[in-house]
Each structure stands twice: as C-alpha cells, then as structure tokens.
C-alpha cells in the first residue's frame, strides 16, 4: 500500500531557529512529491519535487528529494512567526491522486 | 482566477437532514477531488474525477455519501442522512498536473 509518513508530529522551536521537517514514503510507483503549507485555512502549495527536479529553494524555504532512499525534506531557515502552521507532504503514485502524510505541526515561539 | 470556489463555508444541520455541498473549479483543470480533514484523520481523499468522470471512489466512507460532477465547472458532494461523525472541514481541490489547488473549505457541523 502507498504510504507518507511525516516527522516528527509536532516541532517547537524559538524565532531565528532552523527546522528540518521529514517525509518518507513506500511506493508502488512514483511521479512527484509535494509540499503544502496549512495555517487555519486550506492547504497552499510550497515546492513539488520530481526525477527532474530533485532540489527547490523559494527565499527561506528550501527542499531535496531522495530517490534512492525514499525521502524528503523541507528546511526552514532563519524562521518567523509567520511560519507557524502544518507542513504536509504529498506524494503522487502514477496518477492524478495525492496520498498525503499526517502532517507536522510547527511552532514559532516569539 | 477566483481560485477554486466552495459554498457553504459554514453549515451546521441536525442529525439525519440532507447536506449539500458545492464546488467550481479553476477553469481548464481536468481533474477534481473532494477531501475530508479531521484532527484524528487528517486530510483524507474521498473522491476525484477526471474530465467529469469519477475515476476513484474507494474514499467514500459509506452510501450515505454521494458525488457528482455534471460538468467540469461544478460539482457536488451529498450527505445523507448526515451523522454527527461526518463533522469535518470539506475541501475541494482542483489540478491540471500533480499540483492541486485547494477551495478555502466547508466547515460542517451535524449536531
């Protein structure tokens, strides 16, 4: 069964702090990878990350994706607190599905 | 573009009433989902169509649930009768590729 598993749940960190968030999958079959980031709304889109686009990087947020080892992960540098919020991280098995993980809740303390 | 539309954005029935939800799409993506996210879940598909044709529903927790697309600009998601476990925030989402763009959500109380 595809799966996404995300860690860890929950990340507590000081402003000025950098974050790794992780996600890992088992695949039948990949495509993509995406990144999301949920505040008390809807998911906005961060990076998508394919065979032919294993690194993404947009100001403070940067992202790899390890093929070979079936992971990704997503760096928040220097962080504020406007970037407190849920990261999700979605994989695509081959068709037009996303399977999402569970999500990491991370904390911006002022 | 407006983005993807929903309406409701809030609704809060009674145990056993019939709720609708509705979606539009951004116009020309091919593909369009219906999400469920709770706190003990998270955000899980229930089901998605491509060109208008539902293609996976194996999402659908029961048949109390039902969904249709009548054109690729407006599709909707039917709860009945509602229980109070289906309280949850409804997103729909819409894409032409991999990447999906989310409606702002229903929040759905079923008291």
């Known amino acids: 069964e595809d799966k996404v598993v995300q860690s860890p749940l929950s990340l507590v960190v000081h402003e000025g702090d950098t974050v790794t968030l992780n996600c890992s999958y088992e695949?039948?079959?990949?495509?993509?990878l995406l990144w999301y980031k949920q505040e008390k709304k809807a998911p906005t889109f961060l990076f998508m990350l394919?065979?032919?686009?294993i690194e993404k990087k947009s100001g403070r947020l940067s992202s790899i994706l390890d093929k070979k080892e079936l992971f990704s992960i997503l760096n928040i540098t220097a962080t504020q607190t406007g970037d407190s919020a849920v990261y999700l991280c979605?994989?695509?098995?081959?068709?037009?599905?996303?399977?999402f993980g569970t999500g990491t809740r991370l904390t911006i303390i002022p | 573009d407006a983005g993807v539309i929903q309406s409701p954005r809030h609704e809060v029935t009674e145990m056993g009433q019939e709720v609708t939800l509705r979606c539009k799409p951004i116009?020309?993506?091919?593909?369009l989902f219906w999400y469920r996210q709770t706190m003990m879940r998270g955000l899980e598909l229930l089901i998605y169509?491509?060109?208008?044709?539902?293609?996976?529903d194996s999402g659908m927790p029961e048949d109390r649930f039902s969904a249709k697309m009548p054109n690729a600009s407006f599709s909707t998601l039917k709860i009945q009768p509602s229980e109070p476990r289906d309280s949850a925030v409804y997103f729909c989402?819409?894409?032409?590729?991999?990447?999906?763009?989310f409606g702002p959500g229903t929040r759905l109380t079923v008291l």
């Open positions: 394919t065979s032919s686009g």
């Open positions: 169509f491509n060109n208008n044709v539902p293609i996976d």
């Open positions: 989402a819409s894409s032409l590729w991999d990447e999906q763009f």
């Open positions: 979605a994989v695509n098995f081959g068709n037009e599905k996303l399977t």
């Open positions: 116009s020309g993506h091919n593909s």
């Open positions: 695949v039948t079959n990949f495509r993509s």
